[in-house]
């Protein structure tokens, strides 16, 4: 068995993956990780994306840390204990699991990735007699509650925005039903550096809406733009909060405990300042209709683009819409303790708003067009 602790983790080759990689090699210098990855995926891209990411976070000797880095074939459903002697020869004491399905359409995938997958990992550890699993749930897994959502596993909810709130809290309760010391995160919405804007993940959440309005609201000017746009605030926190909270919780929060990774309430923006930062920035109509609830939108009235980016939002939209509110009691004592947790407000937002709109070739044309119009309207 080789020195330091090894850590299993799961989900590498996806965005809050890499970071929870990147963020191990920085920061706890005798971890070594194992990742399995899918058929399919080439190992070096995905050291390159955490090359780049170390390099960007100030690592000064990133090759020296990727050696830490190994990698193995994921077995398929169902035999993932062929693992096992990989897993006592590298000796992995901690099992961080990070992959899911986020697609909230696939019922399917939902319930076999993220309960099946998490259940068979679950017996993996036992059979490996690992020390602590660590799950990366969601901040939404309560599913649509009135009250605060606390930092407790939860009941059954009246009703789940999609499946893969339900798949998360089914898979929350897996990992807490199964004997082994746990610790379940659960971030709101990952937006990039509140530094630089850099971003490595996929369109999710508030970058759907972004290139959403990206592709179908900037090939032509719209004069009149109709948004949904309630004024209830956002939760988004960015990856280097996440980075620095995950750090946190995973060093020195006890076992058995559940973390909610979410903004303060005071800083977070409305959903109807993030649209006036965008069209202020791009598209820039003559006039913007807000609208409070989805169902006072003239949806048949207005321009076929509008109506086509509400379709594609609609379930990211009736999200943020729903007034959520977290107990962040548990973070609130990491950041009394120390943990930077760079609070995303407009002006960081901004920041990555802005990274967006400067690797935009589509935007870029767009503001050139109108170049004109824009001066004259000032
Ligand atoms: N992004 C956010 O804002 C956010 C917020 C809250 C919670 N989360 C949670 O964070 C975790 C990662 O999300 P993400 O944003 O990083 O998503 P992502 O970039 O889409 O990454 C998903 C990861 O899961 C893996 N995966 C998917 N299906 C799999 C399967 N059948 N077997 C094994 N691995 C599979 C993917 O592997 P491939 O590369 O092979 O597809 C990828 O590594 C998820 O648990 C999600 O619920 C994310």
Known sequence: MRAGRGVLL???SGYLGSLIATTLLL????????????????????????????????AVAPEAMLERLSFTALPAFGSLAALLPELAAFGIEEVVHCAACLDYFDEAALQAINVGLTEELLALAGSAGVRRFTYVSTAFSSGYVDHRIGETLHGDPEGDPTDYTKTKRLAERRVAESGIAYLILRPSIVIGHSGDGRYSGKRYGLYQLWSGIERLLCREWHETIHAFAPRERINLIHQDAFQNAFLAGWQQLPDNSILNMVAAEACAPTVRDLWVLWLEAVNRPRQTVFYDRMADIPSRAIPPPQRALLALASVNLEIIGHPWRFDRAGLDRLIAAGVTFPEATLATIEICQNRLIDQSAAIEKFLAKHEQRFALAG
């Open 27 to 58: 920061g706890e210098p005798d971890v070594r990780i194992l990742a399995p990855v899918r058929p399919g995926h080439d190992p070096l891209a995905l050291l390159a994306t955490l090359r780049s990411e170390l390099i960007a976070s100030g």
């Open 10 to 12: 799961t989900g590498a």
